[in-house]
């Protein structure tokens, strides 16, 4: 089983800074084949952030390529989120997820292809 804990969230002013971790400490099992970020806003659907694959790739939604930086620590278990310039549009409850579906290859930021999520950390940026 995957247990994936987020932390990192919080308020900042628009402009500012705040860098996301996701661990699941106590996995042993074989490596997700994807591991990524997703946000939903009140009211609105889960969207894709950015994700990271074994195979090198590495994915941003339109919304956020260029401010944010998705990154990976193999020997802790470790994904990390790093946001920048961040506007109030961002604000929202950021969750990880994790897969091993054959078909996650094919659309990384698609929330169905992930199955392993965590509890979600929020995010509020102030105008």
């Known amino acids: 089983q995957v247990h994936l804990r987020e932390s990192g969230g919080g308020s900042v002013q628009s402009g500012g800074s705040l860098t996301l971790s996701c661990a699941d400490p106590k996995y042993t099992g074989l490596r997700p084949y994807c591991m990524a970020w997703f946000r939903q806003a009140p009211g609105k659907e889960r969207e894709g952030v950015a994700a990271t694959c074994t195979n090198g790739r590495m994915t941003y939604g339109d919304s956020v390529k260029g401010r944010f930086t998705i990154s990976q620590d193999n020997a802790n278990n470790t994904l990390y989120l790093q946001m920048s310039g961040l506007e109030p549009e961002d604000t929202a409850m950021y969750y990880c997820?994790?897969?091993?579906?054959?078909?996650?290859?094919?659309?990384?930021?698609?929330?169905?292809?992930?199955?392993?999520w965590g509890q979600g950390t929020q995010v509020t940026v102030s105008s």
């Open positions: 997820a994790a897969s091993r579906g054959s078909s996650v290859w094919y659309n990384t930021l698609r929330p169905a292809e992930y199955n392993y």
